[in-house]
């Protein structure tokens, strides 16, 4: 039996989980489009996933990036990924990966190049955005910045800075995450950057409004959208800002049937989080992360901006997981039951979640008893949402040109979900 399937059905002890091993399966290639043609060789068969779900399988496309954090596709043959330490944009195509770019990044814990988004731009071309702490020739951090890019098809021009969010004291808690919708809003996230003086963006009443434990929203020239939920303060910084209270995120996704933004959060040991996120978020931090019912935290006891609402997530791990990206299905290729539904992998243990998307496409839906509170309690209750396991832990989750879904890894792989048969 899958082992995978085996363990949530079984919803076994966590020290039995623990002494487990699991053999990964190296899959066949299929038949099918391929924007990625050539698969890579890994170092064994045990390198490769596994998965629940014995109608998908994984097979490698690329390997040996250091430290990768993001990917987005600039064409049906054409992947940009992102290294956080070495600042280096590599373009894999035809099975080559080729230097396109190298920035000057600060290297310190969470810092880095750290996400990269992409999206149509006039005349035909595309622009691509690039979130990253950029340093000094020392590698001092200057501070997170988000610059955008002409591609035409074969390199990066017209450098622009788009927007610039603070570094200090770091070096964690940078987010650096990007999304793009259909109607060009450009998202990214920040988090508190370990910033210790609080404020009212951290639910605090006194202290400076400083641009950090935030999601903001632009155009696609870095300029604020006018129906941003901040707009009357007057103040420029302010107008940016989508949601706050946020303490760190590694992901986000625009849902593709609504056009409202999800995005990932990590708690500090308890409690990292998927929230729906609507206009004027407060998320919570530093008062509280996960449910608010399982804390002593009441709602007024949050700081609120003018227009803002707290929410509470629409799930929860309680021990953290180093929940990272998030992304819609939003195609059949992997089968009906997966599209407009969602994947969200995790850092720690290479897990790849699968969560449906409830009616009101307001929550998720897991089908499990155990985690009727959005909850899991524990690892094993963690095991009854894990459609798969990777080698190592993800850092992106994208669907490709062709349909499938590509998950890239912190140990340099990239990987293609792709029907079994």
């Known amino acids: 039996m899958n082992k995978i399937v085996a363990l949530a059905a079984a919803a076994v002890s966590v020290a039995a989980i623990i002494s487990l091993v699991v053999f990964f399966v190296f899959p066949a290639r299929p038949a099918g489009p391929e924007p990625l043609p050539s698969p890579v060789s890994v170092s064994s068969p045990e390198d490769m ?7 998908i399988k994984a097979e490698p496309v690329a390997d040996g990036f250091a430290f990768p954090t993001s990917m987005a596709f600039v064409g049906n043959d054409a992947l940009l990924v992102t290294e956080k330490e070495t600042g280096a944009l590599y373009l894999m195509s035809a099975g080559t990966k080729t230097q396109v770019l190298k920035m000057s990044v600060s290297k310190g814990a969470e810092q880095g190049l750290l996400g990269v988004a992409v999206t149509g731009a006039p005349g035909g071309s595309k622009y691509v955005f690039l979130y990253l702490t950029e340093s000094d020739s020392s590698g001092n951090a200057l501070g997170n910045r988000i610059y955008r890019y002409n591609w035409d098809g074969k390199a990066l021009t017209d450098q622009t800075l788009v927007l610039e969010l603070p ?12 999304a793009v919708s259909s109607k060009g809003e450009l998202f990214a996230v920040i988090g508190d950057v370990n910033r210790q003086v609080e404020g009212p963006l951290t639910n605090e009443q006194a202290g400076e409004i400083d641009d950090t434990s935030v999601i903001v929203r632009m155009d696609l020239d870095g300029e604020p959208l006018a129906d941003n939920p901040f707009t009357s303060y007057g103040k420029r910084s302010l107008s940016y800002y989508y949601a706050y209270g946020v303490r760190n995120s590694f992901g ?9 933004l999800w995005a990932t959060e990590n708690g500090p040991d308890q409690y990292d989080e998927i929230n729906v996120v609507q206009p004027g978020m407060n998320s919570g931090w530093k008062k509280l992360t996960g449910p608010i019912d399982r804390s002593d935290v009441a709602e ?16 929860s791990w309680k021990s953290s ?4 990206d998030i992304e819609f299905i939003s195609t059949d290729k992997l089968g009906e039951k997966y599209r407009n539904n969602v994947f969200v992998g995790d850092y720690n243990a290479g897990n790849l979640y ?3 998307v409830d009616g009101n496409r307001n ?24 459609l798969g396991a990777f080698p190592n832990g993800i850092t992106d989750i994208e669907t490709g040109p062709d349909g499938y879904v590509y998950v890239l890894t912190f140990g340099g792989q990239v990987y293609r979900i792709v029907p079994a048969s």
């Open 49 to 55: 996933p596994e998965f629940a779900d014995a109608s």
């Open 167 to 178: 570094a200090a004291p770091g070096p964690i808690h940078n987010g650096g995450k990007l």
């Open 252 to 260: 986000m996704d625009v849902d593709p049937v609504t056009g409202v």
């Open 300 to 315: 007024s006891d949050l700081t609120y901006l003018e227009g803002a609402v707290y929410r509470d997530p629409v799930f």
């Open 321 to 324: 997981i180093g929940v990272t």
């Open 354 to 356: 699968y969560f449906t």
């Open 363 to 386: 929550g998720v839906e897991t089908g499990q008893s155990d985690l009727a509170d959005l909850v899991a309690d524990s690892y094993g209750e963690s095991l009854l949402v894990r």
